[in-house]
């Protein structure tokens, strides 16, 4: 009797001392269902404005899983993409890294329809998060459910997104030492590729395949596809030239990708490579063959992603307006 009095006491006085540690030093963990009191129709919302702005511009749910990337591998989920240059700030979307991403100004939708519900609550590193997983699902994916409680940062990171993100002509030993310190393996990595089955490549990041020579790992028939798409070896960056990363289903992330990459249709240097080195080609040859096995390693990759250092507690801001740091 006594030493299960002990225990429970034991037990009570672990659990003072991590809530204490956690109050005392403000860190706290991302919690499911975050909002539940402070703003329950966050997540309702943002899903909502997500369609609504999906059956407008089709490709914003393609720019929600790209933003979760960028964001999410620089130093933390944190919205620091969100922030413009202005103020002394430099804004990370400067970055030759972040060449042909797009649809910033609708991220300025959804936050204003979260702010007229429950004023400088929700986060812009929640919607940063939120509205990738939603967008999955608008683009024929998995269901994730992820956690919230994530806080906004007060600063950019533009000196540190080129060795955070990394390069389409980097090699598959760096893209996987990259995404093993931020904890996802070889599987989640092969995994999180897979999302390059949707949207497109602007020429520019395509024409070292094609010119002087093409690269004899393509496929000659893709190959002349491609180079139909890019006429030329030195493509005006604002021109509209780019080619499809999926030609059979360009706007659902499945495991098509998989098959083209098997098939000697990669698109970028870095897709090609997953079929060439034998740490990939296992996961490869798995993904290309079960969907639904590539969709359970891509929902726990995006987790992963979702999840890393996240600013939480009191560190941080809840933002505004996602664009700047609150002046006050």
Not at 33 to 61: D, F, M, R, W
Not at 69 to 98: I, P, W, Y
Not at 110 to 139: F, H, N, W
Request: hydrophobic share 35%.
């Amino acid at each position: 009797m006594a030493s299960n009095r002990f225990h429970h006491f034991s037990g009570f006085v672990f659990l003072f001392l991590s809530f204490f540690l956690q109050l005392h030093s403000g860190k706290s963990e991302l919690q499911n269902n975050y909002y539940t009191e402070s703003c329950p129709n966050a997540e309702e919302i943002i899903k909502q404005e997500v369609i609504n702005l999906y059956n407008k511009h089709g490709n914003t749910a393609v720019s929600w899983v790209r933003n979760l990337f960028h964001d999410c591998v620089v130093k933390s989920c944190d919205a620091s993409l969100f922030l413009e240059t202005v103020n002394g700030t430099e804004s990370e979307q400067a970055s030759d890294r972040s060449f042909g991403m797009r649809n910033f100004k609708y991220v300025k939708t959804i936050k204003d329809a979260l702010e007229q519900e429950c004023p400088m609550t929700v986060s812009c590193a929640d919607i940063v998060a939120l509205s990738a997983r939603d967008g999955i699902v608008m683009l024929g994916g998995p269901r994730i459910e992820m956690k919230t409680g994530r806080r906004d940062s007060k600063e950019s990171y533009l000196t540190e997104v080129d060795s955070s993100i990394p390069n389409h002509n980097d090699s598959i030993s760096s893209v996987l030492s990259r995404f093993q310190s931020i904890g996802i393996d070889v599987e989640g990595t092969v995994a999180l590729l897979g999302a390059h089955s949707v949207g497109r490549v602007h020429c520019v990041n395509l024409v070292q395949r094609l010119y002087p020579t093409v690269d004899p790992t393509l496929d000659p028939e893709y190959a002349a596809y491609l180079k139909g798409r890019c006429p030329t070896p030195d493509p005006d960056p604002k021109a509209v030239l780019y080619a499809r990363n999926d030609r059979e289903t360009p706007m659902i992330i499945d495991n098509n990708y998989y098959k083209n990459v098997l098939n000697h249709k990669g698109l970028l240097i870095i897709d090609q490579q997953l079929a060439s080195d034998p740490t990939t080609l296992p996961y490869v040859e798995k993904m290309a063959d079960d969907n639904g096995y590539f969709q359970d390693q891509f929902s726990r990759a995006i987790l992963l992603l979702s999840e890393n250092s996240p600013l939480t507690g009191d560190e941080g801001e809840i933002r505004r307006d996602c664009r700047y740091v609150n002046s006050n």
